[in-house]
């Protein structure tokens, strides 16, 4: 019966998607950003209204309402994306206190100086492992396994544990139960309390990797045996065991699905591109050269003996290159949910969106906007030289790294893992697009689908022809 109570819609929004009964609209799951924008010209004023099972939602469109919507205090990012994305368990009760408020305040420690510097020559170590053990001689690579490996084992150095990054069978179990809590029915966000496969399949999967984290804790306390992680950190501090699976769960999760199929993009666009392919070879190569300290020294050696303030800035074209991968691959909509306990008016719009609704706003508003970014589609990162400065012709033109009162917390880990992995890739290889069978091939690199609902990997689509340079 509450679901045949659904609250009222707000006004401001000059059109109402109507959706079915009880159950809403089903394209925001089926074809999220072809709905939002289908949604947005229908409205005279670019905002709507829809129902997604019970959840009222507001959508945004236009520069106004996402000046307002990313600095709005009460708009909800971690509940927003726990209701309306991941549909996950709301645990808060068991911990005793909020895990996002937790989180922030975690990071900030995560990506300090101090920290980052010290997983450093680990991130390094992971990459060249991973990149002497690709055959050459055989199959090509295909980049979206073997990148999303390396980047798993990279964030259990940075947010998990030295056990699983250092066991092939750990990581391999373990990368099993996060590619169930990534799969998400419609009917599940719905309806939450409805035991779907999917429900069951998210909690048993859940429930595996808090036993996982918590039998190693319980093992470091046995034996007295420490590691130099975030697990160990959070044991240091006295946390629980669950808090401590709990941060190291989610923090893996938006790693995997964000950072790990970033990581494989980029070098595709760069195989796809001779220009930037050139231009990142060669700022790889005069990076080695500037830091050299003998002959002897291979190109891995050299870029293990750099600071972290090095890797932080001296690859600008890899970090304008992962600018607009970003851009490209983006989840479709950002999800806020009103938890202020009031309403909440969007800037000068007229649209309200009231206690306990959502809001979302997609991304393909600005990060597809020809008046904003030149040939949206095409990867280009030249559009953010400062002759050009595309995203900065509007307010929050570029949200791909967060912006207003959300920035992402983790960016600093993530571009250092991208850098590392990409410019190791470069030091060591030089590399083509060939088709699965190895030949040359001028099948065009396939677009993302936007209306994903998070970046996902394409697997057995791309493939590199490998040959060592040293």
Not at 262 to 268: E, F
Request: aromatic share 12%; glycine share 6%.
């Amino acid at each position: 019966m509450r679901l045949l109570r659904r609250p009222n819609l707000p006004s401001g929004a000059s059109w109402t998607e109507k959706g079915l009964p009880l159950f809403g609209s089903f394209d925001f799951f089926l074809k999220r950003a072809d709905f939002l924008r289908e949604g947005s010209k229908k409205s005279p004023n670019g905002h709507f209204n829809f129902y997604y099972g019970s959840y009222p939602i507001v959508a945004l469109s236009g520069e106004a309402a996402r000046a307002s919507y990313f600095t709005t205090r009460g708009l909800d990012l971690n509940a927003g994306f726990r209701k309306l994305f991941s549909a996950g368990p709301d645990i808060d009760h068991m911990l005793g206190r909020n895990l996002g408020a937790y989180f922030i305040v975690l990071f900030k420690r995560l990506t300090s100086k101090e920290h980052l510097a010290s997983c450093l020559p680990r991130l390094i170590n992971d990459a060249e492992a991973a990149y002497s053990a690709i055959d050459t001689s055989v199959a090509p690579m295909d980049p979206f396994v073997v990148l999303w490996n390396v980047l798993y084992k990279m964030t259990h150095r940075t947010v998990g544990c030295t056990e699983v990054a250092e066991d092939p069978a750990l990581q391999e179990q373990t990368i099993r139960y996060y590619e169930k809590l990534d799969k998400t029915s419609a009917l599940q966000v719905m309806f939450p309390w409805l035991p779907t496969p999917t429900r069951l399949y998210k909690l048993w999967a859940g429930a595996k990797l808090h036993m996982l984290f918590a039998d190693i804790i319980k093992d470091r306390r046995r034996t007295g045996r420490k590691a130099q992680d975030t697990m160990q950190i959070l044991m240091d501090k006295g946390e629980s065991d669950l808090l401590t699976s709990a941060f190291i769960i989610g923090a893996l999760f938006a790693g995997l699905i964000n950072t790990a199929v970033q990581a494989a993009w980029i070098l595709c666009y760069l195989a796809y591109d001779p220009i930037w392919y050139a231009k990142v070879r060669e700022e790889v190569d005069s990076v080695v050269a500037k830091y050299r300290t003998s002959e002897e020294q291979t190109p891995v050696d050299v870029l293990r003996g750099l600071s972290l303030e090095a890797w932080e800035s001296e690859f600008p074209c890899i970090d304008l290159g992962v600018r607009d991968s970003i851009r490209l691959n983006l989840m479709g909509a950002s999800i806020r949910q009103n938890t202020s306990g009031k309403d909440i008016e969007i800037g000068d719009t007229g649209v309200v969106v009231p206690k306990d609704a959502f809001a979302v706003y997609s991304v393909a508003d600005i990060h597809m906007d020809e008046a904003v970014y030149r040939d949206p589609l095409k990867w280009d990162p030249a559009r953010y030289l400062p002759d050009r400065a595309e995203d900065k012709k509007k307010q929050h033109g570029y949200i791909g790294w967060g912006t207003g009162l959300h920035p992402c917390l983790g960016m600093r880990i993530a571009k250092l893992e991208l850098f590392v992995s990409t410019a190791i890739f470069f030091a060591m290889f030089d590399f083509k697009v060939v088709d699965k069978n190895g030949n040359p091939t001028t099948k065009p690199l396939p677009r993302y689908n936007q209306n994903a609902l998070s970046a996902k990997r394409m697997v057995d689509t791309v493939f590199f022809k490998c040959e060592r340079r040293f």
